[in-house]
């Protein structure tokens, strides 16, 4: 075992439905991987926070002395000194999702794109909508990724005439997208369109929406590309007729990176954007993965 | 010496216990004024019933946990008991689904299981602390963590979403009403009751409060302690499959982040409401209002704009302290009067 | 007593014209007391005439509603909490008020610990509390927690932190109701030992010959009024007794009614071992009231727990009219018909935070359903039964039981006990606390048992309760039986032989020292 | 009348006690012999030292907690009051730097204020549950809230990170060592020991133990109860401030997810140490096991795939569940083999 290259996977716990979906993927790039090359030991641990996170890649390096690792940081800014002293071990790096504050870290970087995916929302609700129409945005949870979206959202907006009633966080959580909807609902008689940001919590107001009749006043912008949304889209959902990507399989995608920096000959460095395209009716059976739990 | 130098029972003195109970309710009143003030929609029946609707879940838990603290006790699994069960209550349809189709059944079949799943997790809550002597906060900590695990593990860090033919069947327990009142909040109010007779006209709630006020007291006066508190636990497992039987219909699935929180929400109500963390003194009434109180405190903060989102749990916090300030200092005054 | 404290010498601590209510309900009158150095004062008075209150008011722990207190020639307000100790007012409080986790040598220095700078000098303490322990003849580990003692053990220790203060006045309320007469020998040299040093001392007991032995004045009261202050020299137990109870009361104790010989037997208990007792075996018959006597620590208490089931008993074999049975939980043995009174009215005995009412009939709340629910009216008569059968005295009835008088929460207790109408009672230390009029009472409600045919275990510390009750007394000692005393056999010395030691003899245990 | 019958002082009293706080150390060797058999690599001096330094903050939290909890308390907003002095002091500290640049001064004053934050926000809980009278349950609840609200509020969402340049210079405070120990760990054992003599060798801790068990003994005592109270949760504020100090330079930066859950973890610690939640009785020295108990468990399921990263709360439960039981269950059979 000892002359195994060991890859160190480390991501967030899977406390909300779209790190539910990439712990999915991750386990199964595990599996796949590990069979493909008998030499490749990839060992995948999660963190609760951004501390938890710090103190995982310390076992990484300290217990495993992984050769490389994968990393999607909890946090951008607490966790780019603690890569960077996995990296001085030696190790390969491979940073997925939020970017390090020092991209010199890194030797690849895999992305969805958090601004790309405001604008995409953005716009799709400018085709939609237009002066004087009224929407309502429900946020994920208080942190820099719900911060990156919502202001490029923001900004994309700014002058087209659409007026964002409010909006509240409903923690990336059906529940709350249900009540927060709910209350949005009771509050103003005028809705034309929801930007939810993400799929688990569209779920919640699309239900909020059916409760109270209204369906056919609005339509839902969600995000993510969960399976039942993607469906739904595909079927022509009236109320929820597009979704914007942000793959969870997006960690496969650096784990499959980095094992071949191990297994092939060609060098591996630089980005690999995924982006954050609009799926429609059109396009969505390519994202469509009726066995992954999200 | 036959005179006994009885004296009438003080003036005001049943009135002052009637504050007592009065506090939280005075609480919820200036809440109520106060967002009705920020917005009038806020009295809306609309709003008024999605209040009540969400207190139901909260609300059912914190009773059942009105009996945990009130025994001295306390469990902080609630919140992942229930993430658990709806988990579990959805596996089991999907498979009956799948095997016979879904019918009424179906849905029978799963709050039986939530039912059996509720007692059972009660139970071992109750063992565990009473048998094997094990603190309660640890047991339950400890079952806090399995519990939310295992919902992860069973929906494979996803999400666990009910068959749609079960749902369609199962969504009126959510979401239609009678007498214009949704059925969760009928449930709530039921729960309640029974929780309230229970407390306060059964020897059941009686032996909850001797146990939490002195153990040995209650031990030496023939209860037996350990039966009393494991039923207390098996009583809040009941409440949570009660709570998690009402939930499910409403979204038709569970995950890692169903009932995140509530359990502080449950004791949070509980004390509020008037009920001893430290036990030996338990208000159903209270912890009525209490669910109520912070449901209120949500709904309040969703209607307005005039607070930054990102100050909503400050304020939140904020209003949860006033509030249990106002009752104990309007009702120290008071006293303070009355002497 | 021999020498009697100087009346010429001015008083050191007085109250003036002190009253009390607690809210609209007044508790005491007009009192005037005053206590000189090296001088005992005893106050005696029924159950609930406002001894305690007073004590707390002469201590600073209660303001009085109105009046003055002088203390070393100057009125002054006694500062609260328990301040006035500082000041060289301490008190022993009748309802123990120790901190059950911390240790005996804290409990004795809580409040005043011995530092050097920020540190404790745990040793020096440790020392101090075992030399305290030593005067007064016991041997607890200063080291100890609480939790481990008996509450005679706890009461000593609060006896050890009273008179290990530099105290100019000790108030000392009902200190010797769980002690026995060994303990209260030893307690009483201490305290003639401090009033040759100038100690002032307030003494608060029922117990009338303790009051004839040390008191120097007796102030009597009654119902918050002050009947009188008068020399002990002037005065007889009866005349006391009178004055207290504003009546004559004549014989105390009930005549004996023999059981018969073949009445049948209630209870047999054969070689029971429990945890600190071995070897015990005895009968108690139909009608038979059964002294338990021995000093403190004796295994008297074990034996009571053992037998209901409180706790496990490693040995031997209970029998209940003829029934081999094994008690796990109070509650079977109270379903068979065997109701224990714990002495621990505190720890053990009562809800303090609770009224009369849900105290009283918790051990039996199932007699008190209708339909599976409470009956608050059923449960209000059986209030009212018990008040009026065991002369239970609250001012208001709705108040704390934890706020009523020592003795009254004695009385509740019993009809606590009483209320699950058993056929074998064991009562431990039954008349705890309660004045003579009272007692007189509830021996003659115990006789009264006995003549039903119920069978009655007594243990008590108060030698002259023993004699006076029971039909056969059992002396314990050392965790085993030391002697059976029968019919004439009954007196004093016989059984201080059997306690201490000195004589020995059991049913057919011999006692290994 | 001078012979008293009172029995010898049991044999093995000592010895029962020391088993009682040999207990939880008990399971700390157990869970490292479970590691060792794992993974020897657990053993490494690195993955030591790391274990020791990552259990500091909970630690010394926890020792804070232990006073909180034996003088009859609870603090449920050290998690958020560390979020909130780590934010406080980052923005001061960049501010020192834009207005004076970076040097060993600004680190100083960011220190400083941490401790006035630390003191202050104890202060606050101390003052609102003695004096308002309102539950700490509550009043920690309702502060734990504000804290959080008040770091993302100041963070705008995002995350407040520090001067680089200032980071340069704090950073050693985390990264490096003394005799082969990181400052983090001396900053530990150092608390630890200061705990340990307030608890168990100054008036103090008597008096946090007396209160605990018996307020009203304390009140008699002429003790100060809510004096003393108000220092626990001052005290408490002080180990969270002290925990953050050492906390800041190791990620340089502070969110809304900075220490969340931190009070969970600190009250576990305590209860697994031996402390019980109804107050009277404090050991540190158990809750500094308790800390590493709990910092093992989480690296010890980084040591080994064999269980499914979803499971790992559920380890985690089961592990905490077993040691108590295990020290309790030690304790209890050495108990009977005594008697
Ligand atoms: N804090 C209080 N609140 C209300 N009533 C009180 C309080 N303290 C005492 N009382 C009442 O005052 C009366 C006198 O009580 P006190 O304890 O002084 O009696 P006592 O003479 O010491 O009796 P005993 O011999 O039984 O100890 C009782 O009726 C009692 O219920
Ligand atoms: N060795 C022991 N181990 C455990 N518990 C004990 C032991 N000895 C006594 N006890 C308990 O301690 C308490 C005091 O009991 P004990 O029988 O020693 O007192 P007693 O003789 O009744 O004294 P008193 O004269 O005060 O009534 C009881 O609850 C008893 O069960
Ligand atoms: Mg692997
Ligand atoms: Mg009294």
Redo the contacts with the bound molecule.
Sequence with gaps: AQDKIKIGVSIPAATHGFMGGLNWHAAEAEKRLEAANPNIDLIIVTADGPADQASDLEDLVSVHQIDALVVLPFESEPLTEPVRAVKQTGAFITVVDRGLTDPSIQDVYVSGNNTEMGVNSAEYMMTRLGDGDNIVILRGIPTVLDTERFDAFMATIEGSGINVLDNKFANWNRDDGFEVMQDFLARFPDIDGVWAQDDDITLGVVEAIKQAGRESEMFVVGGAGMKEIIKGVMDGDALVPVDVLYPPAQIATAMDVTVNHFVSNGPVTGSYILGSPLITKENAAQFYFPDSPF | MSVS?HEAAKPGKGFRLDLKTAGPLLALILLVVLGYSLNPAFLNEGNVTNILTRSAFIGIIAVGATFVITAGGIDLSVGSMAAFIAGVMIIIMNWAVGAMGASIWTVLLGVGCSLILGIGAGFINGFLTTKAKIEAFIVTLGTMGIYRSLVTYFADGGTLSLNNGAREIYRPVYYDSFLRIPYPVWVFITVAIIGWVLMNRTAFGRYCMAIGSNEQVARYSAIKVDRVRTATYILQGLCVSLATIIYVPRLGSASSATGVLWELEAIAAVIIGGTMLKGGFGRIGGTVIGALILTSIGNILNLTEIISNYLNGAVQGVIIVAAVYLQRGSLSARRKKAE | MSERADLAVPPILSAHRISKS??D?P?LFSIDFDIRPGEVHAII??????????I?ILSGL?QPTSGTITYQDKTVVLPPNGEAAALGIVVIH?ELLLAEHLTVADSIFLGRELKSGFFLRLGEMRDQARAILDTLHVRIDPEARINTLSVADKQMVEIAKAISQDAKVIIM??PTAVLSVAETTTFFEQIKRLTAQGVAIVF?S?KLDEIMELADRVTV?RD?QLIATLGTENLTPDSIAQMMVGRELSNLYPPKHEPDVDAEIMLSVRDLAAPGISGISFDLRRGEILGFAGLIGSGRTAVAEAIVGLTRKSGGSITLRGNAVEFTDVSQSVAAGLAYMTKDRKGRGLLLNVGLQPNLTLMTLRKHLRRGFLDGKSEEQALERAVRRFDI????PS?PVG????????KLMLGKTMESEPDIVIMDEPTR???VGTKQQIYHIIAALAAEGKAIIVISSEMQEVIGLSHKVLVMRNGRLAGQLEGAEIVEAEIMRYAAGIKQGGNDERISA
């Design positions: 130098a | 607690f809210g309900i508790v008075g029924e159950n609930g005439a406002g001894k305690s209150t007073l707390k209660e009748q309320d009902e608060i029922h009261l918050g005295r609250a001012r208001d108040v706020k009523l008088s020592g003795g009254n929460q004695q606390g309660i004045d």
